[in-house]
């Protein structure tokens, strides 16, 4: 299978991935609203954003791992079927068992280093309706899952680096859905904070069955590939894994502390609401960017072989689908997204405009930023991490600021800002440097495709609500079925005049001639 035919079938996955795991939250969430109190509901989503911040323990290892795996394979050539040479397998085989020791070892002082930060910022919390032994308890298990998910990591490096990537995909979706039914079976039953909490831990248990599950039964080739211990590896994975965990600390820093000042100023109450908000736009960025995370492996493998020229086309091409993705969802959440949370979880949830705009403008900078630089981190440049401290460091700084005159909107108001000052910019010039990627031809044929097909599906969209506003015929299901027809049109036809090629549309023009003939 070629690499062009793995990425697709690795986002196709991703995506009925993404809808899934979104067709379950439409049950889940509400299912929260209803059986869970105020506060429990929003110390679950804080516990649970939490997750990030013990992701940051895991000190960029894993992915780290990942990419010289990549880089490893690449070594035997850029086709993804090609034949490991010798040097290869044993370069992987190294890799394999340096990392999983780091990472067995890691994933003990992760469990303590969390549960000690979990109690400082839990016993500053003012509850009234759950008690902070709970929380604790709760914390604890979250702690045990996360430390077994550091535990099982390498073997996700191992398949994801040689390029198993959708098939990984495959797995995790199975794995996501079987937790959100555990979920919702454990919250009608009246289980709270501890059940669910629980249930992560078991989660994480399970995917290491699977993943040895699958490796032994589909892939037993990978078992024979004989490595040790290697120190020199092991130091040589110093250098990156620092920078990426840096990195990876100012995104926590940048977009996984809101909820914490919410909480400290104005209680766990508001997380709801914030949270809900923050979930429309951030699912469209999930899938924004599936693509990019998709392409990483085989990048890596194309930039080690030398290939400048495959790297460009599929870097265009996926900056182009994930923005076309923001451009038409955001336009689509910015007329809509009232009515869409009324469906959803009811009246008197939706945050408001102001926070759902800054959200969508946020994430789409995000999702350039994230196409950008994870081609760039998947050949070894790992330079970002002083301009994602800078933002994070902003952020704290600005919504600290911004908290007390605007509330929560200045809570995102100063994410917002502070990317403007540091990522946004930094993210485009390196990786086009990196890859010697002219910025006008980026502009044009990205960038102002996106503008193009944000504002038309913005004006069309208003169009269409306000025709159905004026007749006064205007339930929320009739305005978000109505405006997300228009979206869905107006994507396709992005798609088709941007994206597929002239070859693949006679294809398609074929098939369907067929398919009326045959009817």
Known sequence: MSASKRITFAVAVSWLSRAVTILANLFLIPILFRYM????????????????????LGMGIE????????????????????????????????????????????????????????????????LQEVSTQTVF??????????????????????????????????MSTALAVMTIMANIGAVILGGG????????????????????????????????????????????????????WLTAMG??????????????????????????????????????????GASSPFLGQMWQAGDLNRIHKLLIRNCRIGLLIMACGSGFL????????????????????????????????????????????STGNEEYAISSLGAGILNIFFTMILIKPLGLWGVSLGTLISLMLTDNWYALYKPLIRFKLNLKDYITNVLIVWLLFFVLTLVSASAVKYIFNVTNYNPDWIIVIATSITTVIIFFTA????????????????TIKNLLKFT
């Open 37 to 56: 109190g105020k506060e429990a509901l929003g110390l679950w989503f804080l516990l649970g954003n939490s997750q990030a911040f013990l992701s940051l």
């Open 63 to 126: 992915p780290t791992l990942t990419r010289q795996i990549a880089l490893a394979k690449g070594k035997s050539g850029a086709d993804p079927e090609v034949e490991l040479t010798q040097e290869s397998k044993q370069h992987i085989g190294d890799l394999v068992v340096t990392g999983r020791t780091i990472l067995q070892w890691l994933s003990v002082a992760v469990f303590f280093i969390a549960w000690v930060s979990g109690y400082g910022l839990i016993s500053q919390l003012e």
């Open 137 to 170: 308890w709760a914390w604890t298990l979250m702690c045990a899952g996360y430390a077994v998910g550091i535990w099982v990591s390498y073997l996700n490096s191992l398949l994801t680096g040689l390029g198993y990537i959708g098939l990984i995909s495959m």
């Open 193 to 244: 904070l501890l059940a669910l909490a629980a249930i992560s831990v078991v989660t994480n248990l399970v995917q290491r069955f699977a993943l040895l599950g699958f490796i032994r039964k589909r892939k037993p080739e990978l078992l024979a590939i004989q490595g040790k211990w290697n120190a020199q590896l092991a130091k040589s994975m110093v250098k990156p894994s620092l920078h990426c």
């Open 251 to 292: 995104t926590f820093l940048i977009l996984r502390t809101d909820q914490y000042f919410i909480a400290v100023v104005s209680g766990t109450k508001d997380i709801p609401s914030y949270h809900a908000a923050y979930q429309l736009a951030s699912n469209l960025m999930l899938l924004a960017v599936s693509f990019a």
């Open 334 to 377: 910015l007329i809509s997204g009232k009515e869409l949370t009324n469906l959803w979880l009811g009246e008197n949830i939706f945050i408001g405009y102001k926070i759902l705009a800054t959200f969508c403008i946020m994430l789409t900078f995000e999702v350039q930023n994230v196409c950008l630089i994870y081609s760039a981190r």
């Open 495 to 510: 798609i088709w005049l941007t994206i597929i090629g002239k070859k693949h549309k006679e294809i398609i023009l074929i």
